[in-house]
């Protein structure tokens, strides 16, 4: 076994550790009797800090096996990432938002892994996000779920070690593998005992000779006992199934080749022209109808759709009664126009400029729907102020307006804008979190 080979064995056992440790935490985290804030934040913050490290570990076994290796872009895109999942780990200090923020934490934390080893289907962030999320939540878990039973087993039962051997006439010969002797884990085990009672011995002393030294170990001492066998048992049987999981999903992500995105995302390439089969004449049709229906609709409204711009209510409508009137609709359009979009991109021709010309307009009207939602959530904000659900719905006005932008420049320029647009709706999710904490 080379050096490499052994420093990758070393990890393994480390993140096998790591498994149990972090699983444990983990359950520990949604059963603490803790009520503070501050302290489900830091605690949180730690475990996305431990779940960090052991991505990094995980990414160092792969480069010394040879499985991976990011190039500069994927290595800052992962970074990136890891960043955004820690800040969305101290923003669970905005109470208000703290389901929403623990659900994204999953949500990145699987993508962080899968971005770090090179098992996105795309090599990067990519409109493949659901496919994505899918390998990394079900397939690369649950395909290697049992992984740590091996990996234990093969950790107290040994390597063979590979000796040179000196034969009679003088000569060497290297690569001969000697087995481990009968009881050697027992001997492992045995002289560990032995350690541990010398390490109670020295503690025993230290806290006879400081005082301050022996008031901490007895603060410790009672923490332990302030934990019940029964309760920390239970906690140890929950974490089993959440380590597996986790164990499955960063060891599965070193151990499986990369190849099978590779050979899914050629594949999904290859079959996309074979889906193409709708004429461009009906999907013309379908896209003057969406557009023009959308200038109708804002001739009609104008008076009423637009009187936020100048901080004019109309008379039928109290501030309250305008703002949630029409909000969610009008952000259920632009999501109707984005999913419409996507079906003309995947069954429709990608060489018909009219078709492409269409779709910018369908964008610039769904920015102008996002437009007039923001104008109502600004002006209720500035008669009543900030609360949870009004910065939250002005967060996802702001992110379906880029998103019409960034598909614009898609349509215009053939510019890959998907990435952009995860990183701007993270980013400004996080920013959100902790505006909502400041005014909170």
Not at 177 to 203: C, N, T
Not at 231 to 258: C, M, N, W, Y
Not at 415 to 437: D, E, G, H, N
Request: with cysteine; proline share 3%; net charge neutral.
């Amino acid at each position: 076994m080379d050096t490499k080979t052994k420093q990758a064995e070393t990890l393994k056992y480390l993140s096998l550790g790591l498994s149990y440790a972090f699983s444990y935490a983990y359950i520990w985290l949604f059963t603490m009797h803790s009520n503070s804030p501050v302290a489900i934040t830091v605690f949180l913050t730690c475990l996305s800090l431990g779940a960090i490290l052991w991505l990094e570990i995980s990414i160092r076994r792969q480069h010394l096996l040879g499985h991976f290796t990011p190039n500069r872009f994927q290595r800052k895109e992962t970074i990136f990432w890891e960043v955004i999942l820690v800040l969305l780990s101290v923003s669970t200090l905005s109470g208000d938002m703290q389901a929403l923020s623990l659900f994204f934490i999953h949500v990145v934390a699987i993508y962080m892994v899968l971005s770090g080893t090179g098992h996105l289907l795309s090599e990067r962030t990519s409109c493949l996000l659901p496919a994505d999320l899918v390998n990394g939540g079900i397939r690369l878990p649950f395909g290697n779920i049992f992984s740590r039973i091996p990996t234990i087993i093969g950790y107290f039962r040994g390597s063979d070690e590979t000796v040179e051997v000196v034969l009679p006439d003088g000569t060497t010969v290297a690569g001969q593998k000697v087995k481990k002797p009968a009881g050697y884990s027992f001997g492992i085990f045995f002289v560990l005992v032995i350690i541990v009672g010398f390490f109670f011995a020295a503690l025993d002393n230290l806290v006879s000779v400081d005082s301050h030294f022996g008031e901490a170990a007895i603060a410790f001492d009672r923490f332990l006992e302030s934990l019940t066998f029964t309760e920390a048992f239970g906690r140890f049987i929950l974490s089993i199934p959440v380590g597996a999981f986790l164990f499955g999903l960063f060891h599965g992500s070193v151990k499986k080749d990369i190849s099978t995105e590779k050979a899914l995302h050629e594949k999904l390439e290859s079959s996309c022209p074979k889906l193409r089969f709708m004429p461009d004449k009906i999907l013309t049709v379908v896209l003057l109808l969406f557009s023009t229906l959308y200038v109708i609709f804002f001739i009609s409204q104008a008076s009423y759709m637009f009187s936020a711009f100048a901080g004019v209510l109309p008379e039928e409508f109290t501030a309250s009664e305008y703002a949630v009137s029409g909000f969610h609709e009008l952000i259920n359009v632009v999501l109707i126009n984005f999913a419409l979009l996507a079906t003309i991109r995947v069954f429709g021709s990608h060489d018909s400029k009219i078709l492409r010309n269409l779709s910018v307009v369908l964008m610039t009207e769904s920015m102008l729907f996002a437009t007039i939602s923001a104008s109502k959530i600004i002006l209720y904000m500035s008669r009543f102020g900030y609360t949870y659900s009004r910065i939250l719905g002005l967060w996802g006005t702001s992110v379906v307006f880029v998103g019409s932008i960034l598909a614009i420049i898609y349509l215009a320029k053939k510019k890959q804008t998907f990435a952009p647009w995860m990183w701007y709706s993270s980013s400004s999710y996080v920013l959100t979190a902790f505006i909502t904490w400041c005014f909170t």
